[in-house]
């Protein structure tokens, strides 16, 4: 039994009692058990925010470098008809890459790159602004879709054409800004890119 009434007539019993109950409850199996199931739910609260973040920190590398690719510009005016207006425009050195060439147009191009390997800048958007679950899940993933574009379009067409100079100036934008992008919302962690 403990003498309860001690730490009131002598403060440093009561100090005792503190001890004596801590040193009960800590022993308690249940209190051990409720005690580890909240370090686990704040351990998976603390992963499922860090997750968020860096969740965060893709898209915002992911926008970064779609925009810097796609508002590279030719430097060559074309006429653009949107909502039966025309204008003049700058024509974007991605136009070719933005989708897919029609199959019935360009059936060769699904004869030299395979279906599953084609992709346009239209899909990595997709991919990159898709939920939690099915967007782009590390920056590995992403660089490797967009290398894979570049490349389709050096396998495809002529070596010396517009679209392979474009291809090759879009993919040095594109690492330049990677790199600058991952740098800067620190998501490599020792990732290769």
């Known amino acids: 039994m403990i ?26 199996p249940d209190q051990i058990a409720c005690d580890q199931a909240e370090r686990e739910r704040v351990g998976e609260r603390l992963l499922a925010q860090m997750a968020k973040q860096q969740r965060e920190a893709y898209s915002h590398v992911f926008e970064e470098v779609y925009t810097a690719v796609c508002s590279e510009e030719t430097g060559n005016t074309m006429v653009r008809t949107v909502k039966g207006v025309r204008s003049t425009v700058t024509e974007p050195k991605a136009r070719w890459f933005m989708q897919l060439p029609q ?75 990677l790199k600058e992008s991952a740098g800067k919302y620190r998501v490599l962690d020792g990732e290769e890119l």
């Open 3 to 28: 003498p309860w009434g001690l730490g009131a007539l002598r403060p440093e019993f009561g100090m005792e009692v503190v001890n004596v109950v801590s040193e009960l409850v800590r022993n308690d």
């Open 103 to 177: 199959e019935q147009a360009w059936p060769l191009y699904y004869q030299v790159i395979e279906k599953k390997n084609a992709i346009s800048i239209s899909q990595i958007a997709q991919g990159m602004r898709a939920g939690p679950t099915e967007s782009y899940q590390d920056l590995q993933e992403f660089a490797k879709d967009w290398r894979r574009l570049f490349n389709n379009a050096r396998t495809f067409n002529e070596p010396n054409s517009d679209i392979i100079r474009h291809a090759n100036e879009l993919q040095a934008v594109f690492e330049a800004k």
